[in-house]
């Protein structure tokens, strides 16, 4: 061998120890611990993470089982890692990726683990080194901790959430009870004390010509009054809605309305004379209700269509009328700031009733408000 040879391999050596060196340092830095296992499924060597992660020094873990090595002296046969270490190894030695994700209950921590066997090519060119599969474990404890504390909050937060569904759900009942007693206290006891008030007038204008005057203000006086408790009374909780159905009641709301409004009304149904659950009866007419007070407000609208039908199992209220339109995520804007909470009213009420509401609308095109509930037949 000639002095240039001799030179080349000696240059050729030493960029092999120096790019072994590097490597090692490499793998060494990891903060994973990367092992190298032989056929038998044990470590034929290990970076320097198996010192920090406390399994021992590197010297000392050659020939050790991986599970031996995470569990020194473990004997139980459910041990998690052991039961994930045999079903792998039996992956492994068919040629495929093993990995999962521990609870390490005996180091209190969460791993991550990947075994994945050689190829071919590669433990040849090891030169028989008897290396056949390699081992990555990742320490996954913070990421998983910080998963279960955000789940315990999404929970905390969904109970939140359910506690306020159900205690707005009894509010609204608890309103429309209310909204029932009071129209009920109009209706029955103001209303028939005035109709009596208003009949002792009448008698006492028949029996005194002089006092007429007086009594003819008070008469009427009285039967203003008496048509405001009407009026109050119904706009509170029309009794019609509970005596015979939604369907007779937005009939006579919605007559009622155009007429005083002076717009063009259409109402159609395809339910017949069935009654609809309580609660469906009900939210169908605030939302009525809710969508033509604002028609009158602010659509400048000459014709309002209604709808209500049953379809794919679906109760289905649909109102549109021809008016200016609106932006609707402008209005939803004003209502998150609290200047106007109509929109967001409707939105919760159907919400509460287990319904969907969808409304579009356009500045020029006028408003669509479209509600769904689930329904069976036989429901009410």
Not at 64 to 70: F, G, I, K, N, Q
Not at 143 to 148: S, V
Not at 162 to 187: F, P, T
Not at 202 to 220: F, H, I, M, N
């Amino acid at each position: 061998m000639n002095a240039n040879t001799s030179e080349n391999l000696e240059q050729l050596l030493a960029q092999i120890r120096q790019a072994k060196l590097e490597w090692e340092t490499t793998v060494d830095a990891l903060p994973q611990v990367v092992c190298l296992l032989n056929q038998g499924g044990y470590v034929l060597r290990a970076n320097r993470a198996v010192e920090r992660w406390g399994y021992g020094r590197v010297q000392d873990v050659k020939g050790r089982e991986l599970h031996e090595l995470v569990h020194p002296s473990c004997h139980d046969v459910e041990c998690a890692f052991n039961t994930f270490w045999c079903a792998a190894w039996a992956r492994v030695a068919m040629g495929q990726v093993a990995d999962a994700e521990i609870e390490d209950t005996h180091t209190l921590r969460y791993l991550h683990v990947q075994v994945s066997p050689l190829n071919h090519a590669r433990q040849e060119e090891l030169n028989g080194s008897g290396s056949f599969a390699a081992v990555i474990i990742h320490d996954i404890t913070e990421r998983k901790r910080a998963e279960q504390e955000r789940e315990r909050l999404l929970a905390q937060v969904r109970a939140g959430r359910e506690q306020l569904r159900i205690l707005s759900r009894r509010m609204l009942d608890v309103q429309e009870n209310e909204r029932r007693h009071i129209a009920r206290e109009l209706h029955d006891d103001i209303g028939q004390d005035l109709t009596a008030v208003k009949i002792n007038l009448q008698a006492v204008q028949r029996l005194a010509e002089t006092a007429s005057p007086y009594v003819e203000d008070s008469v009427a006086i009285v039967e203003r009054a008496l048509q405001q408790v009407r009026n109050l009374s119904l706009e509170l909780r029309p009794s019609m809605l509970d005596d015979l159905g939604l369907i007779p009641a937005l009939r006579w709301y919605i007559g009622r309305t155009a007429q005083r409004a002076g717009f063009q009304a259409e109402f159609s149904s395809q339910i017949g004379d069935a009654r609809l659950p309580p609660e469906i009866e009900t939210t169908c007419f605030r939302i009525t209700q809710a969508a033509l007070t604002n028609t009158v407000k602010h659509a400048r609208a000459d014709r309002v269509l209604i709808h209500l039908g049953i379809q794919n199992g679906e109760v289905c209220l649909t109102i549109r009328d021809n008016g200016i339109g609106f932006d609707v995520d402008a209005a939803r804007r004003r209502a998150m700031e609290g200047s106007s909470l109509g929109i967001l009213s409707m939105e919760e009420r159907v919400f509460l009733a287990g319904g969907r509401i969808e409304i579009e609308s356009a500045l020029g095109h006028g408003a669509e408000v479209r509600v769904s509930f689930p329904y069976t037949e036989g429901s009410s």
